[in-house]
T-cell receptor, first 109, second 117 residues
Framework: ELKVEQNPLFLSMQEGKNYTIYCNYSTTSDRLYWYRQDPGKSLESLFVLLSNGAVKQEGRLMASLDTKARLSTLHITAAVHDLSATYFCALHAGNMLTFGGGTRLMVKP | DTGVSQNPRHKITKRGQNVTFRCDPISEHNRLYWYRQTLGQGPEFLTYFQNEAQLEKSRLLSDRFSAERPKGSFSTLEIQRTEQGDSAMYLC???????????????FGSGTRLTVV
């Protein structure tokens, strides 16, 4: 059974600090997605990572993929309150996306 | 194209009633997916269509659930004899089947939040 695991599940951080969210998965895949979800809202696409060693950056968020380790990371640099949300990784395998459990990020002033 | 559209946004129903949700995907996309998300969890795959053909169904999709995409455009998800455990956000997404280099994305709709009382 395919498993996608994120940690931590909950992250409370101060503005200005850096942190990393980890996404481990149990099968080979050529595509890993990161999404953001605000409370009561749908999923906003952040990044699509397509190959081993892929790195993408947008603003204070940077995502990377290590297909050999079956690991993706989402790094947050100098967090601001607007980044407070739940972040999901999702693995493309078998013609669908399988999601991790999500990381709820709270950035405090 | 305004993206993936889902209706209704919210539905409150009594246990035992039937409900139907609609999803209008991005018109160029030939794949359409249904996911269910309960509070505090990640979305879980239910089923997907390529054009009008339903190609895969999760074991989460019990006999009370049925989905259709009759003309390969919009899709409906019906839940019969609703139970309190069916309360969740139902998300629809669409994509290209062959994921061309210019578009690897899955586009999600705003979802339908179902509350069974």
């Amino acid at each position: 059974e395919l498993k996608v695991e994120q940690n931590p599940l909950f992250l409370s951080m101060q503005e200005g600090k850096n942190y990393t969210i980890y996404c481990n998965y149990s099968t080979t895949s050529d595509r890993l997605y990161w999404y953001r979800q605000d409370p009561g809202k749908s999923l906003e696409s952040l990044f699509v990572l397509l190959s081993n060693g892929a790195v993408k950056q947008e603003g204070r968020l940077m995502a990377s993929l290590d297909t050999k380790a079956r690991l993706s990371t989402l790094h947050i640099t100098a967090a601001v309150h607007d980044l407070s949300a739940t972040y999901f990784c999702a693995l493309h395998a078998g013609n669908m996306l399988t999601f991790g459990g999500g990381t709820r990020l709270m950035v405090k002033p | 194209d305004t993206g993936v559209s889902q209706n209704p946004r919210h539905k409150i129903t009594k246990r035992g009633q039937n409900v139907t949700f609609r999803c209008d995907p991005i018109s160029e996309h030939n794949r359409l997916y249904w996911y269910r998300q309960t509070l505090g969890q990640g979305p879980e795959f239910l089923t997907y269509f390529q054009n009008e053909a339903q190609l895969e169904k999760s074991r989460l999709l019990s006999d009370r659930f049925s989905a259709e995409r009759p003309k390969g455009s919009f899709s409906t998800l019906e839940i019969q004899r609703t139970e309190q455990g069916d309360s969740a956000m139902y998300l629809c997404a669409s994509s290209f089947a062959d994921f061309p280099a210019f578009n690897y994305g899955y586009t999600f709709g705003s979802g339908t939040r179902l509350t069974v009382v």
